[in-house]
C-alpha cells in the first residue's frame, strides 16, 4: 500500500507538470462551483483536464495535448465526437432558422417517434431531455398504472439523480447498510424504495414474495452501468419479467446506456422480453440533452390531458428542442441503415481489448476483472467496460456486483485516480479503467492504448 501510495504522488507530479493550462482553468473556476467544477462526476484529483475542441475519438486539451477519449461523453458518442453527419445535419437546420425555435410543434416530432416506433416496436413515445427526467417519469406512469406506492430497484443500479433512485446505488455506508444516498429527502421516502441484489433470482423471488402487493414498479438495467457495466443473466432478466406480470408489477427497462449500443433499438431484444415501459437516451442523439419514454399504449395514456389527474412527464421549455430531434432523428437512421456495419465492429474491437487486456496483466501479475462480459450465448459482450484491480481475491466474488464498491476488495485509487492519470500521460483518456468503444476508434489507436496498458501493467507489478 505504501508503494502504490508513493507512485500515485509520482504520477499526480507528472501529470500536473503536463497539464498546467487545465490546472489553471480548475483554480480559476473551482471559487463558483460547491464541487469546485461543475459536475461532480467528471472530477479528477488534483484538477480534471480542459479541453478545446474534440473529432471522433481524439479530444484536445488545452494545454495542447491530444487524447484518444474512451469516456465519449458519458458513452454517448457511438460514432465519436461531433460526427459530421450530426453537425451538418443541424448546420442545415440553423440556416432554416428553425435551430432555435422553441414553443410550437415541428414536423421533426413524428418523424423521429416514427423511426423509433419502428426501431423498437414500441408504441407511444415522450420525449424529454435528460435520463433522470426520462427514468423519473417511467417511475411515476407505472406506480399511476399500477396505484400502487413502492419501487423496487436493483442494488448498484443508478437511473438518475431522483427520489426512487437515490438509495441503493454506491453504499457510502457499507454495503450492508442501505440507506438514502442524498441529503433533502424525507425520511418517509426511504420506505418507498427497495433494492434487490443483481442477477440473483433466489432473492428476487424472496422479495416479490413479501412485498409484490405493494410494488408497483421494478426498474432495472440490462447492464448495470454504476457498478462497473455487468451484464444481466437471461435467466435474471426472464425471471423478472414473470414476477413482474404474476404481481402487477410494471417493468420498467432502463436503456439508457444499453439502447441502441448493440443493435438499432433496445437491448431487450436479445433477452426475449417484452417491457412495459423502456427509456432511451445517450445513444440516441449523437451529443444532444434527448431522452425518451417508450411504451404501451395503455400505460402512457396516463401522461394525456383527458385523464382528471394525469403525469406531468410532457413539460419543460427545451423537450423536443428541434436541434435535438434533427440530431436524433439523423443518428437512428444512420443506425438503422448501417447496423450491419457500426455494431459488429464495435463489439469485436471491444472483445479484442479485452482479451488482450487479460493477457497483459496475467503476464505482469496483475490481477484484475474485466467486466462487460455476457455469461449468456445469446446476449452479446457489451461494448463498454472497465478494469478492477484486484485487492484481496479471497475477498473477491465476481458474481457480485456490487464488488465494484468495495475498496477492502478492489483497489479504487488504482483504478480511477493511477490508471486514469497514468494513461493520459500515455495519450488515452479512460473511465475506471478502461471506457466506451465507439465506430471512430481506429485500429493504429488500439493498438498504441494496448501498449499503453502494457507500460501501466508493467508499473504496477513494480510497485506492488
Known sequence: M??????????????????????????????YFPNRVSHAGRFLSPFPPYIKSARGPVVETVDG????????????NILGHNPPIITEAIERLNKSGLGLQLGIYTGLEAELASLLARATGLEQFVFTTSGTLATMYSVMLGLAHAKRDKVLKIAGGWHGAHLWSLKGVKFPNGLDKVVMESAGISDSLAFE???????????LEECFEEHGKK??????ELVLGNSGMVVADKEFIRRSREL?????????????VTGFRVCPGGMHKFYDIEPDIVTFGKAISGGMPFACIAGKKNIMSHVSTSKPLRVWAD??????????????K????????????????????????????KRIFQQNDVLVHITGESQNNEIPNFPISTVRFIKDNKIYDH?????????????????????????MLEGYYTWQGLGVMTYSHTDYQIKNLLNAYKKLANEINCTS
Not at 413 to 422: E, P
Request: proline residues 4%; charged residues 25%.
Open 399 to 423: 458474481n457480485k456486483a456490487l464488488m465494484h464498491w468495495d475498496p477492502e476488495a478492489v483497489d479504487i485509487v488504482l483504478r480511477d485516480r493511477i490508471s486514469k492519470m497514468f494513461m
Open 244 to 256: 413482474a406480470t404474476k404481481h402487477g408489477v410494471i417493468l420498467v427497462v432502463d436503456e439508457m
Open 2 to 31: 505504501k508503494k502504490i501510495n508513493n507512485y500515485l504522488n509520482i504520477i499526480e507530479k507528472q501529470y500536473i507538470k503536463k497539464f498546467p493550462v487545465s490546472g489553471t482553468f480548475f483554480e480559476e473556476g473551482k471559487k
Open 330 to 357: 439523423t443518428m437512428v437512421q444512420y443506425l438503422m441503415d448501417n447496423a450491419n456495419v457500426v455494431y459488429p465492429k464495435l463489439l469485436k474491437n471491444m472483445n479484442f481489448v479485452r482479451e488482450e487486456l
Open 193 to 203: 424504495t427497495l433494492v434487490t441484489p443483481f442477477n440473483d433470482c433466489e432473492a
Open 215 to 220: 410494488i408497483g414498479v421494478f426498474i432495472l
Open 65 to 76: 495535448e491530444k487524447l484518444v477519449d474512451f469516456w465519449q461523453g458519458h458513452f454517448c
Open 315 to 328: 413539460s419543460g421549455t427545451f423537450t423536443s428542442h428541434p436541434a435535438t430531434l434533427v440530431a436524433a
